[in-house]
C-alpha cells in the first residue's frame, strides 16, 4: 500500500494549486482519503476528506469555498484543487487513508500517510 502526494510548489497569493494523491496497493473506492497540513512550528491539521466511493466531502473552516476534494477512481487518485490562496495555506500537505472520514479523518487516524508536498504561498 502506498500514497503518493505531488503538486505543491511556490504560488502567489491568490493563485491555485492542484494537489494528487495517487493510491497503489488497494481498491480507492473502498477507503476514505483525508488531506492534512503541517506548518513549520504549527501542529498537523485536518485540511478535507473524501468518503468511500463517491461519498461526502469535508472541509476544515478555514478552506472552506476555496479547496475542493475530489476523486477519479479510474486514476486511483484523489485531488486537491486549491484556489484563493493565502499566505497562511502555507505548510506540508500530506494525504492518508481512513476508514471513514467522521470518525478516523477527524481524529487524524490514518493508516497510510503519504510522504507530504510543500505548498508555498509567497510574492
Known amino acids: 500500500v502506498q500514497l503518493q502526494a505531488s503538486g505543491g510548489g511556490l504560488v502567489q497569493p491568490g493563485g491555485s494549486l492542484r494537489l494528487s494523491c495517487t493510491a497503489s496497493?488497494?481498491?480507492?473506492?473502498?477507503?476514505?482519503i483525508g488531506w492534512f497540513r503541517q506548518a513549520p512550528g504549527k501542529e498537523r491539521e485536518r485540511v478535507s476528506c473524501?468518503?468511500?466511493?463517491?461519498?461526502?466531502?469535508y472541509y476544515a473552516e478555514a478552506v472552506k469555498l476555496r479547496f475542493t476534494i475530489s476523486r477519479e477512481n479510474t486514476e486511483n487518485t484523489v485531488y486537491l484543487q486549491m484556489n484563493s490562496l493565502k499566505p497562511e495555506d502555507t505548510a506540508v500537505y500530506y494525504c492518508?487513508?481512513?476508514?471513514?472520514?467522521?470518525?478516523?479523518?477527524?481524529?487524524?487516524?490514518?493508516?497510510?500517510w503519504g510522504q507530504g508536498t510543500q505548498v508555498t504561498v509567497s510574492s
Open positions: 473524501i468518503g468511500r466511493a463517491y461519498g461526502s466531502e
Open positions: 492518508a487513508r481512513h476508514h471513514d472520514c467522521i470518525r478516523n479523518w477527524y481524529r487524524g487516524i490514518g493508516d497510510y
Open positions: 496497493g488497494f481498491t480507492l473506492d473502498d477507503y476514505a
